[in-house]
């Protein structure tokens, strides 16, 4: 039997070939002291030692070493495998024959023969298959060069990135040279079949081979719209440097015109932000020039300083009524434009901003324009646990702007003190409160007979308690043990009443009732009204936890609101008085019932006549990740008349319907108009290699019209993709929906609002 031999040709002063011998297969010996990981870094490779190892070793010292039998070659990463390996000392050259196999930074290289310079990385495989670890992609060539440690050259090859045996798709080139160092790969004279039938064919094409940005055209998209027509996008890549790109984007709408998209991102230490501007020069539907603007920016100075601007706008009322791909921005109707400084201390923070608004009108109903603030300026500070109490104040001064409505400026100051007690079982938290106000409002601007007064103070205390209780038994439910728990609540405010009918309403209103607001001490939103309050809540809770994991297999709330006076206090400039005695009844049940079903449904009942003028449930069944159906109830009624104002079903689904088809709908039914009013589907197909996907979309817009749009892609993994992505859609519109393939990078903010 042959004893293995081994040999290590090292760099030493001498220039010796140093050989070793041994009848086990055990790994050479390192002849010299190891580099730490930072020198081997900083180490080429054609200075570290070669290892040679196989059945029989011979050759002339210094000059050539012949291995053969399971023959085998290391020198860094790099590791050559053989019948026959010659390293030729003096040339550092490699010459091997039979079941070459190559492994060079993970990639792999096999072929019947191979000449290789280990200085400079020049060689040449002769026909043979390869594996690039970076894109997992494979191929097989007549013939592969190796230009240095970065480039590669393949003749008459095919690539694909599918598994051994599966030609679902490739790509057939006379030649294709991949540059590892810029993560391209350039094909010439190509075409691409996919399931044995031509794709596309070009005599010029690039393709990425690692995730490394870089300038270039990107993969072209096309779609389909009722409103925009047949919709193709060619975007350009501009790779400025690693913390800043721009793109490009020349879409065709055959029913519109050119239209640009620009998207300029960057990134700093200090600061980041994104601009994007999608400019239409001539509308063909009504001849005018379109455009949308979105420009964001966040900074951080040193000391807790830091700075922000946020800037929304659009050419026209019916910008996004047109241009949109979701109904999510047409119900966007206010673009706001504002930016401002901060500052954050460790108890006490302080900022200013100048805000204003682009009101996008609806065809259908005319849309109030908020005020302006111009600018706020508002600072907040708290300390906790002074000797067992609570401190705290907010302040805010704004100069308040409106075209047509009464304009001025606020102040309030709000200061605060409370002894919270609270225990694992029990809490009680006493609080006592200050509303201070001062309005000065522009005398030009009051009507002649108003309430409102050009100067008016107010000065309102309030005084809240909050106290609960939480009890816990074990339990079990459906074979599980399980803790139950108990949770009384009581929350009592008192507050005088305050004539405030002087002032104007600049920011103030009531918001619909919530579980939130019941344990409110204001029941207005906004600084413009303080509610007089003599009012206790009283709400019970009960959750079933799972002690383990802490999931909560079932949570049941009730809760309401109780009057102890009527409510003279109102969000309007009149004296009405409400009289009533209690709010609306508040029902929430739901929790993750199973580990596959997961349900939640909330109700809010009148007082007097016990019917719901509130109310939404919904259920989910989802056995594993991306896979569910879901189904979602929504009745709104009238608060004046009592009738159903919005009675909606939602149903949406992704599950998988065999064959490797995954189905994905949406529709959203109203039984009021008895019509449907959204809807999505679309089917999915995904193999290891590559993936399709088809998706109709339906969503009316503010115009009255509906929008109908078409999306289809084939993703060629590591390659490319053709057509236009659902994957927007798809996550807007179905919630949990998960991606076939890797997920894409976030969207923008105006792609959020397209």
Not at 52 to 68: A, D, M, P
Not at 125 to 141: H, Y
């Amino acid at each position: 039997m042959l004893a293995q031999a081994v040999a290590c040709a090292c760099a030493s002063s001498a220039g010796m070939v140093l050989a070793q011998s041994s009848p086990t297969p055990e790994p050479p010996l390192l002849l010299r002291p190891t580099p730490s990981l930072t020198e081997k870094r900083s180490v080429p490779d054609q200075s570290l030692p070669t290892f040679l190892r196989g059945q029989k070793l011979e050759g002339v010292t210094e000059r050539e070493t012949v291995v053969t039998g399971n023959a085998e070659l290391r020198r860094g990463g790099t590791v050559l495998q053989a019948n026959e390996i010659r390293y030729q000392l003096v040339e550092d050259m490699v010459r091997a024959q039979g079941q070459v196999r190559l492994i060079r930074d993970g990639n792999i290289y096999q072929g019947p023969s191979l000449r290789y310079e280990m200085d400079t990385d020049n060689g040449e495989l002769g026909p043979g298959e390869f594996t690039l670890i970076s894109t997992g992609a494979r191929a097989d060539a007549e013939k592969t060069e190796f230009q240095g440690k970065d480039v590669l050259k393949f003749f008459n090859t095919r690539y694909s990135t599918c598994r051994r045996g599966d030609n679902s798709w490739y790509l057939q080139a006379a030649q294709i040279h991949i540059d590892n160092n810029e993560g391209v790969g350039t094909a010439r004279n190509a075409y691409v079949v996919f399931q044995g039938v031509p794709l596309l064919a070009s005599p010029y094409l690039q393709f990425p081979v690692n995730e490394q940005r870089r300038s270039g055209f990107l993969t072209p998209s096309f779609g389909v719209s009722s409103i925009r027509g047949v919709e193709i996008d060619t975007p350009y890549y501009w790779n400025i440097a690693p913390n800043r790109d721009y793109t490009l984007t020349p879409r065709v709408l055959s029913k519109r015109g050119l239209q640009l998209g620009n998207e300029f991102r960057y990134l700093e230490p200090g600061y980041n932000g994104i601009t994007l501007l999608d400019l239409m020069p001539n509308d063909r539907a009504n001849g005018k020039r379109r455009w949308a603007l979105d420009s964001r920016h966040s900074q951080q100075f040193k000391a807790g300083w830091s700075a922000y601007w946020s800037v929304a706008r659009a050419s026209d009322d019916s910008y996004f009524d047109d241009f949109s791909r979701s109904v999510v921005p047409i119900s966007t109707r206010q673009l706001a434009q504002e930016g401002g400084i901060s500052y954050g201390a460790s108890w006490w923070s302080a900022s200013t901003r100048i805000q204003k608004f682009q009101v996008l009108q609806d065809a259908k109903r005319s849309i109030g324009i908020p005020y302006e603030r111009v600018p706020q300026i508002s600072a907040r500070g708290q300390r906790y646990d002074l000797g067992g109490f609570d401190l705290g104040a907010e302040a805010d001064y704004t100069r308040f702007a409106h075209p047509t409505q009464v304009t001025g400026s606020r102040a309030v100051l709000m200061p605060y003190i409370s002894y919270p007690i609270v225990t694992p079982f029990w809490s009680f938290t006493p609080k006592t409160s200050l509303n201070l106000a001062s309005y000065s409002l522009d005398r030009t601007r009051l009507a002649a007979g108003s309430l409102l007064r050009a100067s008016f103070q107010r000065e309102i205390p309030t005084f809240s308690l909050d106290t609960s209780l939480t009890f816990e038994r074990d339990t079990r439910w459906l074979g599980s043990d399980l803790l139950q728990t108990f949770e009384p609540r009581l929350f009592y405010v008192k507050t005088p009443y305050k004539d405030q009918t002087a002032a104007p309403l600049f920011d103030t209103g009531v918001p619909d009732l919530n579980f939130a607001q019941l344990f409110s001490e204001n029941r207005f939103s906004g600084l413009d009204r303080v509610a007089d309050a003599d009012q206790l809540t009283v709400a019970v809770s009960s959750r079933f936890i799972e002690p383990d994991s802490g999931t909560e297999r079932l949570r049941a709330t009730v809760g309401q609101r109780f009057y102890f006076e009527n409510q003279r206090v109102n969000a309007t400039t009149s004296n009405s008085v409400s009289v009533a005695q209690k709010t609306d009844f508040l029902v929430s049940l739901g929790g993750q019932i199973t580990r596959a079903i997961a349900a939640d449904a909330t109700a809010q009942f009148d007082a007097t006549s016990n019917r719901a003028t509130r109310s939404s449930a919904g259920v989910r069944y989802s056995p594993i990740s991306g896979q569910f159906v879901s189904a979602t109830y929504r009745l709104v009624r009238d608060s004046i008349t009592a009738r159903r104002s919005v009675e909606q079903v939602d149903l949406a689904t992704q599950w998988p319907i065999g064959g490797g088809w995954i189905g994905v709908a949406r529709m959203n039914y109203s039984t009021l108009d008895r019509k449907v009013t959204e809807s999505l589907l679309g089917l999915e197909y995904r193999r290891d290699c590559w993936s399709l996907r088809a998706v109709l979309q339906r969503f009316p817009t503010g115009t009255g019209t509906v929008d109908t749009s078409i999306f289809f892609q084939l993703n060629l993994n590591g390659f490319t993709s053709v057509g236009s992505s659902p994957n927007d859609a798809l996550q807007r519109n179905i919630p949990g929906y998960r991606p076939i393939n890797e997920p894409s990078p976030s969207i923008s903010p105006l792609q959020q609002l397209q």
